[in-house]
């Protein structure tokens, strides 16, 4: 379900934002192929993307295959 759940806290020394939110993409990206099969048309359904979309970031996360 969209929204479900807390947003994640900030620590209060802070964190990386570019390395933490690299990590939440490539996790859901994996769970989409995983779930999908590796189907990249259905993949990209479950995450709301365009085919083109998931295939560019999988490509700029070095996850291509």
């Given at each position: 379900a969209q929204g479900?759940?807390?947003p994640p806290?900030?620590?209060e020394d802070g964190l990386d934002f570019e390395a933490t939110v690299s990590a939440l993409e490539r996790a859901l990206l994996m769970q989409a192929l995983d779930?999908?099969?590796g189907n990249k048309r259905m993949a990209a359904e479950l995450l709301r993307l365009k085919r083109t979309t998931?295939?560019?970031k999988l490509k700029s996360l070095e996850m291509a295959s």
């Open positions: 479900s759940g807390e806290r900030l620590p779930r999908s099969k998931l295939t560019a």
